[in-house]
């Protein structure tokens, strides 16, 4: 269960990162998260600094699904596990296929919302890494909508001239929450045409809100 108090506390105190971090955040389309009930949200994964987004737009009941490796990261591994997150290891596929089982079943029968990074990894290039299918798998199991969120690209390009500020000092980072898309009534079948045209959705989002940052484009859609 969720220590919804707990984690919005924690939320707080991330938040504050952004200031000593010179990070301005603008949100857009907030009100998509007010949705009731249990759904998913998939977000695009840039550094650890996306955790500045989850505190950010933090919905409440939710848990942040995550690889198992971030649970040894000191503090920030301990801060993980006290709010709850869910740690997968990649490395096993049958207890990754059991945790994302662990989390069809529950979403319903607590009202839970997860957050969860399609791509499966941290993604420093100007563009999105290809969708694992697993997440939109549980989605479907589940009947519950997902709600993508896309940060603009806040690294910097490769050829920075010594002196100038680092990736995480961009002066301010763009969040769009899209329309929730609904699964009712999909079945596995439809698992790769939703999680491809989701992917699609959100990497034009992500290109039309990094606007010239972005250095290259995906050309395979």
């Known amino acids: 269960m969720v220590t919804s108090l707990g984690a919005k506390i924690i939320c707080f105190v991330m938040r504050q990162m952004k200031y000593f971090l010179g990070v301005k955040i603008t949100a857009q389309g907030s009100e998509n998260l007010n949705t009731k009930g249990p759904y998913m949200v998939v977000a695009n994964h840039q550094s650890i600094l996306d955790f ?18 971030m649970m040894y990261m000191g503090p920030l591994g301990f801060t993980l596990w006290i709010t709850k997150f869910i740690f997968v290891d990649r490395n096993n596929k049958r207890s990754a296929r059991d945790t994302m089982d662990h989390i069809a079943r529950t979403l319903l029968q607590h009202n839970l919302r997860v957050w969860v990074y399609p791509e499966g990894t941290r993604n420093r290039t100007a563009t999105m890494l290809p969708f694992k299918r697993g ?11 997902i709600i993508p969120v896309v940060t603009s690209y806040y690294q910097q390009p490769p050829n920075l001239k010594d002196g100038q500020r680092p990736f995480w000092c961009r002066d301010k980072w763009t969040i769009q929450i899209l329309p929730k898309i609904e699964t009712r009534g999909l079945g596995t ?5 939703l999680a491809d045209s989701t992917r699609k959705l959100m990497l ?16 395979r859609d």
Not at 52 to 69: F, H, Q, S
Not at 135 to 145: C, E, H, T
């Open 52 to 69: 500045l987004v989850i505190a950010e737009l933090y919905p409440g009941r939710c848990v942040v699904l995550t690889k198992k490796e």
């Open 135 to 145: 997440v939109f798998s549980v989605a479907v199991k589940a009947q519950i909508p």
């Open 189 to 193: 079948e439809d698992v790769p045409a």
């Open 204 to 219: 034009d989002t992500f290109n039309e809100i990094s606007g010239h940052i972005v250095l290259g484009k995906d050309t």
